[in-house]
């Protein structure tokens, strides 16, 4: 299986700063990545596809970039709607697999 | 609109069955795959498996096989999950989400909780 490791588990933020949260894949994914945010209680919503495709309606602070092993999710201009868990997921190879998390707390 | 909306929570005691279902709406079930994800209380996520809505053919990680079925209610654009001999480790949160690689929608998540 894939192994996705994803850093830091959590991140604390003031408002208006970047964020940059990375996922580590233990073999080339090719691109084959998604990127997740999920608050409390709620079901994820995709953020990122194809390791930097933005999905419809999310956005433009949100960006994806990366390629092989190692991918990025970047947050410009921090909000306070943005304060949530977010999740890698690659889908190059079954079983498809999450990475840990990334916990955003605002400072 | 796009909806997969999932059926309530459940309390079950160790050695019993579950049934989770997630009716879609707003698309042609069949065109796309839907997958199983669990979320225990605090914790990531985990991909269980998918079925083929068009063919009925499930497939699981191996993590879920054994005591995990998926199947369909076609005719009513609903896919199942079916746990058998509820552990206290299968308390988690299960989503239905459609797709084939990526996830755009997702249920709203069913709480499984199992104590005895």
């Known amino acids: 299986d894939i192994q996705m490791t994803q850093s830091p588990a959590s991140l604390s933020a003031s408002l208006g700063e970047t964020v940059t949260i990375e996922c580590r894949a233990s073999e080339d994914i090719y691109n084959g990545l998604a990127w997740y945010q999920q608050k409390p209680g709620k079901s994820p919503q995709l953020l990122i596809y194809n390791a930097n495709s933005l999905h419809t309606g999310v956005p433009s602070r949100f960006s994806g970039s990366g390629s092989g092993t190692q991918y990025s999710l970047k947050i410009n201009s921090l909000q306070s709607e943005d304060v949530a868990s977010y999740f890698c997921?690659?889908?190059?190879?079954?079983?498809?697999?999450f990475g840990g998390g990334t916990k955003l707390e605002l400072k | 609109q796009i909806q997969l909306v999932q059926s309530g929570p459940e309390l079950k005691k160790p050695g019993e069955s579950v049934k989770i279902s997630c009716k879609a709406s707003g698309y042609t079930f069949t065109d796309y795959a839907m997958h199983w994800v669990k979320q225990a209380p605090g914790k990531g996520l985990k991909w269980m498996g998918w079925i083929n809505t068009y063919t009925g053919k499930p497939t699981y990680a191996d993590d879920f096989k054994g005591r995990f079925v998926f199947s369909l209610e076609a005719s009513a654009s609903t896919a199942n999950l079916q746990i058998s001999n509820l552990k206290n480790e299968d308390t988690a949160t299960y989503f239905c989400?459609?797709?084939?690689?990526?996830?755009?929608?997702w249920g709203q998540g069913t709480l499984v909780t199992v104590s005895s």
């Open positions: 989400a459609r797709g084939r690689h990526w996830f755009a929608y």
């Open positions: 997921q690659q889908y190059y190879d079954y079983p498809w697999t």
